[in-house]
């Protein structure tokens, strides 16, 4: 008696029709859940959502997905109390609103393969059971069902994937005490290297390297197991897209197809959660000002539908991501003549070069702000929030062809490979994905044009300012500084005079206080093996200064 | 519990969703339904107009909530306009109040089917009807 797959071969409609759904109402409680924390505590739109997710419930129970229509059945309930209650209207209930719309989304696209639905839904729901004060309450049918589920697929000998959800907060708290641990470790090693130089080589001592130099090891394991956890699929974020590019197309009266590849890809929740905005500026921009209109289209050969790629690839220890059109590729000669008008230097050979102008701020806004009512595509903010993450972002386009931009990002943030510099008896950390070169400083290389440092690196000119005046140490210089490090930031090269190279180091990344200021050259610090704190450079804020001494 | 068999007929599906429409096209072509004519609109407007083009349909299977005319809607209009009145029209909702089930009996349907149904629901349904339609024996 199996009536719960009598519409099983509907899966994929199922999924098609579903998704859109859990993902406008993912969106909307994280427009709530910003509205909330900024004070705005009103929940009238939410009343749609309940409809949403009893239809989601309803279509969840027809093909007998039990763990989504569980997840649906919670969120409705949570949905009703903060309709009915507005003492109810909490971060906490914001944060469980979120997290379950986020999780239906997921176990909606996965619902092809019920058996990795698993213990997630059952979880989440007894949260929000707990959060509303019903935890005793039967949930009757899900519940059932889920159960049998379970037994079904323990009878089946299926390897039942234990996922758990965690709080993001936890697996931050996890890192921050094996930073603690890091900085711990090197006091052992400093004690080692004390008592070797006191009483030279031992049994004991032997004893004692190995002990340390295991732990080095199984600290280095632990990193990578805990950065493992924080990685998410990409997929959460491409998985927005879909509903936001139908919509805009059929605004701009095109046709376009959104293709995705690599949706498996994993990065870190801190950089997914800050994609989101720099992709749909790409994709606007893809779609707007890329993709031709139909006609054009036809009558230069090309289908009438035009394709949008959206592609994610893991390179090493980086993530690359490629928005690409198949339209009809940059102007150069608009971008050059914009540029002029503009008064910036206009390369007039370099195709690059002009193609590298349309991420200048200002560029990209001024003439999209006029052509396409208030729609202000800004490319120069997706570069912007690019650079920020510690990334970087280039385009790539033929004339007719379409364009393409590449951005490549860290898998984290959450530690940092840094090169360790010196300024003025300070240790700062350098992010390496943005050093291009370090270099030592030959008498009679540095060059003083305009009061302004130059030098020559790799035939061209670049800017090079000096570490200690930039980072405000205060220390009178006596002798000129040995090396300097070439930051980059997209197209843009800086370079930093300092005192000493110390090394490369991975270094757990720690806020900053805000108070203490300076936000343009400093992005966070971290506490080095030594137990010193340092300052992480800004890198990409360096390399944009507009004026540096 | 057994129930009496229903045979193929003639039938209108209105809802919006495409997935409901793949459902109900499963419970037409299979078991004791298979053979049926399955017409399908995707909004109340398309409905009513191909209830107005089939008087001979067996029963029209409408969903309540629906952009472009409901289910309500298209019932009250078919009252007003007096189309077809003799075909059976059943409301599919997914929670439905008795006010609700109470405005649409006033409005002319026979029955309710509620969402999450399975195949055999929509059977029985159909069943029950044409038990009821049956000449007297």
């Known amino acids: ?549 | 519990m057994s129930h009496a068999t229903p045979r193929p007929g003639t039938f209108l599906v209105v809802d919006d969703s495409a997935l409901h429409h793949q459902m109900y096209r499963l419970i037409f072509s299979k078991g004791p339904l298979a053979g049926s004519t399955v017409y399908h609109a995707m909004n109340g407007r398309e409905g009513y107009a191909l209830l107005a083009a089939h008087p001979e349909l067996t029963l029209v299977l409408l969903d309540l909530n629906m952009p472009e005319m409901n289910g309500l809607e298209l019932l009250s209009r078919r009252q007003a306009e007096g189309l077809h009145p003799h075909v059976p029209v059943v409301l599919v909702t997914t929670e439905s109040t008795p006010e609700d089930e109470a405005r649409g009996r006033g409005a002319g349907a026979w029955d309710y089917l509620r969402k999450p149904f399975q195949p055999a629901d929509v059977e029985r349904l159909i069943a029950r009807l044409q038990a009821e339609r049956a000449p007297a024996a």
């Open chain 1, 1 to 549: 008696m199996d009536h719960d797959n009598a519409f099983g071969e509907l899966i994929q409609e199922y999924i098609a029709e579903s998704l859109p759904l859990a993902e406008a109402v993912t969106d909307a409680f994280l427009a709530l859940e910003r509205r909330w924390r900024d004070g705005d505590t009103d929940a009238a739109d939410a009343a749609g959502l309940k409809g949403t997710l009893h239809t989601l419930k309803g279509n969840s129970a027809m093909m007998g997905l039990a763990p989504i229509q569980l997840v649906a059945h919670v969120l409705e309930d949570l949905t009703a109390r903060i309709l009915a209650d507005t003492a109810a209207r909490t971060e906490a209930a914001a944060a469980l609103l979120v997290e379950g719309s986020g999780l239906l989304a997921d176990l909606v696209q996965a619902a092809a393969n019920p058996a990795a639905l698993g213990g997630a839904a059952e979880e989440y729901a007894g949260r929000v059971r707990v959060h509303l004060g019903t935890a005793g309450d039967p949930v009757g049918q899900p519940l059932r069902l889920e159960r049998r589920n379970i037994e079904r697929r323990a009878d089946a000998g299926a390897d039942a994937s234990g996922t758990i959800r965690v709080d993001f907060r936890r697996l931050d708290t996890m890192l921050e005490i094996f930073g603690e641990a890091m900085i711990e470790r090197s006091a052992l090693l400093e004690v080692y290297r004390g008592l070797t130089a006191r009483y030279g080589s031992g049994p004991e001592i032997a004893d004692l390297e190995r002990a340390v130099s295991a732990l080095g090891a199984t600290m280095k394991r632990l990193e990578t197991a805990l950065m493992q956890t924080r990685l998410l699929p990409i997929a959460t974020v491409f998985g927005r897209f879909g509903r936001a590019v139908r919509d805009l197309a059929r605004d701009e009266r095109k046709r376009v197809r959104l293709v995705t590849e690599g949706d498996d890809t994993r990065l870190d929740k801190t950089i997914l959660d800050r994609l989101g905005e720099p992709l749909v500026h790409l994709l606007s921009n893809a779609i707007v000002h890329g993709v031709e209109p139909e006609a054009e289209r036809v009558r230069v050969g090309k289908p009438p539908e035009a394709t949008v790629l959206l592609r994610a690839a893991t390179l090493a220890d980086q993530v690359q991501i490629t928005v690409a059109d198949d339209g009809r590729g940059l102007d150069t000669d608009r971008i050059v003549a914009k540029a002029r008008a503009l008064g910036l230097d206009a390369p007039s050979a370099d195709r690059e070069a002009i193609h590298a102008l349309i991420f200048v701020p200002g560029f990209s806004t001024a003439e999209q702000v006029s052509t396409v009512a208030g729609r202000g595509v800004g490319l120069d903010a997706a570069a912007a929030a690019i650079h920020a993450l510690g990334g970087g972002i280039e385009v790539a386009s033929e004339p007719g062809r379409g364009t393409s931009f590449t951005l490549t990002l860290p898998l984290t943030l959450a530690i940092v490979r840094s090169l360790i510099v010196e300024v003025d008896e300070e240790r700062y950390a350098v992010p390496l994905s943005h050093v291009a070169e370090t270099v030592r400083l030959e008498p009679g290389t540095l060059h003083e044009i305009n009061s302004r440092g130059v030098a020559m690196w790799r035939g061209s000119a670049i800017h090079v300012a000096d570490g200690g005046q930039l980072l405000g140490t205060g220390a009178t210089r006596t002798a000129p500084r040995n090396y300097y490090v070439v930051l980059f930031a997209g197209p843009r090269r800086r370079g930093l005079l300092v005192d000493r190279l110390v090394g490369h180091q991975d270094v757990v990344v720690k806020g900053l206080d805000p108070t203490l200021g300076r936000p343009d050259v400093v992005s966070g610090a971290t506490i080095l093996g030594d137990g010193r704190v340092a300052c992480i450079l800004d890198a990409a804020g360096i390399v944009a200064l507009r004026e540096v001494a």
